[in-house]
């Protein structure tokens, strides 16, 4: 895996971690602003990705579908 892709990685579950956490969505602006922060920074690690990016992952990307981005990255390497 590329470190683009390592770093996709890693903040694809950063996010999914603030999604979880409760007690960040106690504080709800607090909560948007986190997830704006790492949306900005997926964005970012997203364009520094080598090209091609494969097809089913560039579509995941697309849709946002980050779950599905984050498994994809997980199985096309072996894991983390």
Do not use: C, W
């Amino acid at each position: 895996m590329t470190r683009p892709e390592t770093e996709l990685a890693a903040a694809l579950r950063e996010r999914l971690n603030i999604i979880a956490d409760e007690k960040s969505r106690r504080d709800p602006d607090e909560h948007v602003k986190r997830l704006r922060e790492v949306s900005e920074r997926i964005e970012i690690l997203v364009a520094a990705l080598p090209r091609p990016i494969p097809q089913r992952l560039a579509h995941f990307l697309e849709r946002r579908s980050y779950d599905k981005a984050l498994e994809f990255l997980f199985s096309s390497s072996g894991g983390l």
